[in-house]
């Protein structure tokens, strides 16, 4: 397994690029999968090994799959034939679950294996269930798949959607534009990501209407066709490397970024005392040594993104004062924290709430990644120790960050990989 091996201590300092979005991609590139006619070609894919293994199960579905350059990825569909997708793949990523909407509403039948990812807490299909059902499916879980048939075509429906399920959100937009008649989805979800889906739908002929609020309408057409489309940039990972910036007392700048998508995010930043500046496509902050803790509540959008939670936690525990960082949207999200501890972090947990007191120093030890998220948070926590933090499974971060050794490395981190 790889590691990486980290000498903390040094401020970072230039310029990084972002990939684009891996919440957007997984997503695009399975309802790229709806089209019968022409070919469709995606720019700014980022290469995360959830994206290739989504690739790999779609081309043994039929479906051609061809990369055309670093980021840019050609989709050919007309031969998707099959109904099942590879167990071992498909188990390993939470996006497998749309692939279970891409089937029904494109073959009428799915069989796909329950699916995996970080281990997180509790993350249940039973919304994607109930939605598919409400569109008319027979599904059942069974062997540790998710299966399902339809008779005919996938009917229109009106579903409320619990707790503003960002994946419920996309499967239903994905099934539902090859359903007969409208989908109407209230407490949609109302992220950045979910428009993007929903202007690659239309780009193919798909009709959403309404994403970004809570209230989204999907006219399900017969035929969806290829179209040209470019994947939005990653927000999580820019506000990683922001919060990488801010634990190490740097001036970072993230270029290939909206600021807009991170407006949350940026004032918790704020509010710390870092300085924040902005434009069109960049955004840069300037941090002191020392920094005031801010309390956080984890909500979907527009709210603080759980998926930088962990990060901000790490940010915290070098922050002057106590801070409290409820966890709304993800249970039993703060497992990180007992390796933080071994940097020399002071964390409290209960349930999904911590309570973080700012500490004078962390220092280096071995500590080992559990999920994408946590484990970016063991690597901030890393740059501001002392001496040699060795952070084990890499894996886990390789899922959601590409090449963060390199760019971290061009910010002057003294940061590797070693086998």
């Given at each position: 397994?790889?590691q990486?091996?980290?000498?903390?201590?040094?401020?970072?300092?230039?310029?990084?690029?972002?990939?684009?979005?891996?919440?957007?991609?997984?997503?695009?590139?399975?309802?790229?999968?709806?089209?019968?006619?022409g070919?469709?070609?995606?720019?700014?894919?980022?290469?995360?090994?959830?994206?290739?293994?989504?690739?790999?199960?779609?081309?043994?579905m039929?479906?051609?799959?061809?990369?055309?350059?670093?980021?840019?990825?050609?989709?050919?569909?007309?031969?998707?034939?099959?109904?099942?997708?590879?167990?071992?793949?498909?188990?390993?990523?939470?996006?497998?679950?749309?692939?279970v909407?891409?089937?029904?509403?494109?073959?009428?039948?799915?069989?796909?294996?329950?699916?995996?990812?970080?281990?997180?807490?509790?993350?249940?299909?039973?919304?994607?269930?109930q939605?598919?059902?409400?569109?008319?499916?027979?599904?059942?879980?069974?062997?540790?798949?998710?299966?399902?048939?339809?008779s005919?075509?996938?009917?229109?429906?009106?579903?409320?959607?619990?707790?503003?399920?960002?994946?419920?959100?996309?499967n239903?937009?994905?099934?539902?534009?090859?359903?007969?008649?409208?989908?109407?989805?209230?407490?949609?979800?109302?992220?950045?990501?979910?428009?993007?889906?929903?202007?690659?739908l239309?780009?193919?002929?798909?009709?959403?209407?309404?994403?970004?609020?809570?209230?989204?309408?999907?006219?399900?057409?017969?035929?969806?066709?290829?179209?040209?489309?470019?994947?939005?940039?990653?927000?999580?990972?820019?506000?990683?490397?922001?919060?990488?910036?801010?634990?190490?007392?740097?001036?970072?700048?993230?270029?290939?970024?909206?600021?807009?998508?991170?407006?949350?995010?940026?004032?918790?930043?704020?509010?710390?005392?870092?300085?924040?500046?902005?434009?069109?496509?960049?955004?840069?902050?300037?941090?002191?040594?020392?920094?005031?803790?801010?309390?956080?509540?984890?909500?979907?959008?527009?709210g603080?993104?759980?998926?930088?939670?962990?990060?901000?936690?790490?940010?915290?525990?070098?922050?002057?004062?106590?801070?409290?960082?409820?966890?709304?949207?993800?249970?039993?999200?703060?497992?990180?924290?007992?390796?933080?501890?071994?940097?020399?972090?002071d964390?409290?947990?209960?349930?999904?709430?911590?309570?973080?007191?700012?500490?004078?120093?962390?220092?280096?030890?071995?500590?080992?990644?559990?999920?994408?998220?946590?484990?970016?948070?063991?690597?901030?926590?890393?740059?501001?120790?002392?001496?040699?933090?060795?952070?084990?499974?890499?894996?886990?971060?390789?899922?959601?960050?590409?090449?963060?050794?390199?760019?971290?490395?061009?910010?002057?981190?003294?940061?590797?990989?070693?086998?």
């Open positions: 397994m790889a990486f091996v980290i000498e903390g201590g040094n401020a970072l300092a230039g310029d990084v690029a972002v990939e684009g979005s891996k919440n957007s991609a997984l997503p695009i590139i399975v309802a790229a999968a709806l089209a019968q006619d070919v469709t070609v995606l720019e700014n894919i980022p290469r995360y090994t959830d994206i290739l293994d989504l690739c790999q199960i779609l081309s043994e039929g479906v051609q799959v061809e990369w055309q350059g670093e980021t840019r990825l050609a989709i050919d569909a007309k031969t998707l034939t099959t109904h099942q997708a590879r167990y071992d793949l498909a188990g390993k990523l939470r996006g497998s679950t749309y692939l909407g891409l089937l029904l509403a494109r073959l009428g039948e799915a069989d796909v294996a329950f699916p995996g990812g970080c281990q997180i807490g509790s993350r249940p299909v039973n919304f994607h269930i939605g598919f059902q409400a569109l008319g499916a027979n599904m059942r879980l069974e062997h540790g798949s998710i299966q399902g048939t339809v005919g075509r996938l009917k229109g429906t009106r579903m409320y959607i619990e707790r503003a399920s960002f994946g419920t959100t996309l239903l937009m994905i099934a539902g534009s090859l359903a007969e008649g409208t989908t109407t989805l209230e407490n949609a979800a109302m992220e950045p990501e979910v428009v993007d889906v929903a202007n690659f239309n780009g193919m002929g798909g009709r959403v209407r309404g994403a970004g609020t809570n209230l989204i309408r999907v006219e399900g057409v017969d035929r969806l066709k290829g179209t040209h489309h470019e994947i939005i940039p990653d927000r999580l990972e820019a506000g990683t490397y922001l919060m990488a910036g801010a634990i190490t007392a740097g001036v970072v700048t993230v270029g290939n970024v909206i600021p807009e998508h991170l407006r949350t995010v940026l004032l918790k930043l704020s509010q710390t005392g870092a300085q924040i500046e902005e434009d069109m496509d960049w955004i840069r902050i300037i941090a002191a040594p020392r920094l005031k803790s801010v309390d956080i509540e984890t909500l979907p959008h527009p603080f993104p759980t998926d930088l939670h962990p990060q901000m936690v790490a940010l915290l525990t070098i922050c002057d004062g106590l801070a409290v960082v409820q966890e709304t949207v993800f249970e039993n999200r703060f497992g990180y924290t007992h390796d933080l501890a071994r940097l020399g972090a964390v409290k947990v209960d349930r999904e709430t911590a309570i973080i007191r700012g500490v004078g120093r962390l220092t280096g030890a071995p500590v080992q990644a559990q999920d994408i998220r946590g484990g970016a948070a063991l690597v901030l926590a890393a740059l501001r120790a002392e001496g040699t933090t060795i952070v084990g499974g890499v894996e886990y971060i390789d899922r959601g960050y590409h090449g963060m050794e390199q760019k971290m490395a061009s910010l002057g981190a003294l940061m590797r990989r070693r086998p």
